[in-house]
């Protein structure tokens, strides 16, 4: 699986996008997690552990979720 983050607001398409390989080897979508500007994310236990810009309001600080 191939994880792609769209640091952009999710109404812009912001998000996290999972591709994987067809049977013919082409990429193809396999889920997208619209969430608020990810901005780095790593694969753990239980799935990501994702970090995201200034996701509370009227606020500039980061949060996480796995």
Do not use: T
Request: net charge negative.
């Amino acid at each position: 699986m191939i994880y792609i983050l769209s640091c952009e607001e999710p109404e812009n398409g912001g998000g996290i996008y999972a591709f994987g390989l067809s049977v013919n080897g082409d990429l193809v979508m396999k889920k997208y997690f619209r969430c608020d500007r990810p901005m780095y994310a790593v694969k753990c236990d239980k799935g990501l552990c994702v970090l995201l810009r200034a996701p509370f309001l009227n606020s500039e600080d980061s949060g996480f979720f796995l």
